[in-house]
């Protein structure tokens, strides 16, 4: 039987070579109606590509596909090592997808992973991808989730206790004295920085004195941080926070650093608690306080929760990280 060829889907969806190759492999550079279009050629004559037929030939393709949410982070950085240790100790790759906060991206790195057919997928979701976890797993490919849970209870987990996180920056922050508190943090929408929040109020709200107040960023980069730093700092200082529960460390490195610039003193003024405990947490200017997150493990330990599905091993259960406070200089030393 003659190898269907991007040829023949580009005869049968009216377009050229070119087009469909940029539809399948870099579908931002062409429309959406176009890409349907073109995927819809593919599918309905049974397309398969290269690379991926020989992979097929071979009887597996050798990798793990993974997305995360921003690898500039570095806990997603980590997250993405502890895979990778895994992965290799068992002859597999990782291909990983770097959404970027954006949901698009994140969901078209889920549909390249079904066409190199990726042996299983890691997933740190941004935003909601039922319909393409379905599929994939429809095609074969089971799912871990990796820094989440599935509320359906379909989908095997690898995530952390956000809600005792939260809980244990601002208990910190109260049993030093502070009262004002404010949780730092970009899109509520996400779970974990919800969960965050969540677990800071239930603190606060155990000390009738006390009050927390949400800031919103667009985004958890340290330049942003810094800015908001610098904005907190021209409050009057009987209306600024005393104590700051921020969603990452990157935020609170550079919130750190923009109220340290402006003339206001950490922790004598403003007491600062991030999350994760990246490296650069404990070699900032001010050594960061902060709710130690273990990426590279939570990594390793979904990809040989995934490897031991491909596997048949048999059904894993959930595994919950609970969370862990390092006391530095963010918060040490004032009451």
């Known amino acids: 039987m003659k190898r269907v ?15 469909v190759s940029n539809a399948l492999n870099r579908p931002h550079m062409v429309s959406a109606p176009l890409v349907e279009r073109v995927r819809s050629a593919a599918d309905q004559l049974g397309y398969v590509p290269l690379h991926a037929a020989q992979q097929l ?16 982070n570095p806990f997603f950085a980590d997250m993405v090592a502890g895979a990778e240790d895994a992965a290799s100790a068992a002859g597999l790759r990782v291909l990983v997808g770097n959404s970027s906060d954006d949901v698009a991206k994140e969901r078209d790195h889920l549909e390249l992973f079904e066409r190199v057919q990726v042996e299983g997928a890691l997933v740190s979701p941004f935003g909601p ?17 990796v820094d989440a849970v599935d509320d359906t209870g379909e989908l095997p987990s690898v995530s952390f206790d956000d809600v005792g996180g939260g809980r244990l920056a601002a208990e910190h922050l109260l049993a030093s004295g ?36 949400p800031i919103w960023t667009e985004r958890t980069t340290s330049e942003i941080g810094q800015r908001f730093g610098e904005q907190l700092a021209r409050r009057d200082p009987g209306e600024r926070p005393d104590g700051l529960v921020v969603s990452n460390d990157h935020l609170a490195i550079g919130l750190v650093h923009g109220l340290v610039s402006s003339g206001v003193r950490v922790p004598e003024d403003v007491a600062v608690v991030g999350y994760d405990d990246i490296e650069f947490a404990a070699i900032a200017a001010v050594p960061l306080t902060s709710v130690r997150q273990p990426a590279r493990e939570m990594g390793r330990t979904a ?18 990280y609970q969370p862990e406070l390092v006391v530095r200089a963010s918060t040490a030393g004032a009451s």
């Open 178 to 213: 502070r009262r004002r508190l404010a949780f730092v943090g970009a899109r509520a929408a996400v779970r974990q920085v919800r969960e965050r929040l969540q677990g800071a109020r239930a603190a606060v709200a155990e000390h009738p004195e006390a009050t927390l107040e």
């Open 5 to 19: 060829g991007i040829r023949d889907v580009a005869q049968r969806a009216g377009v050229s070579i070119s087009t």
């Open 303 to 320: 990809a040989e929760m995934l490897l031991a599905r491909i596997n048949g091993r048999g059904e894993l259960g959930d595994v919950v």
């Open 57 to 72: 030939r071979a009887g597996r393709s050798g990798l793990l596909g993974m997305t995360v949410i921003n690898i500039a």
């Open 129 to 145: 991808l039922e319909p393409w976890l379905q599929r994939l797993r429809g095609r074969g490919i089971p799912v871990v989730l």
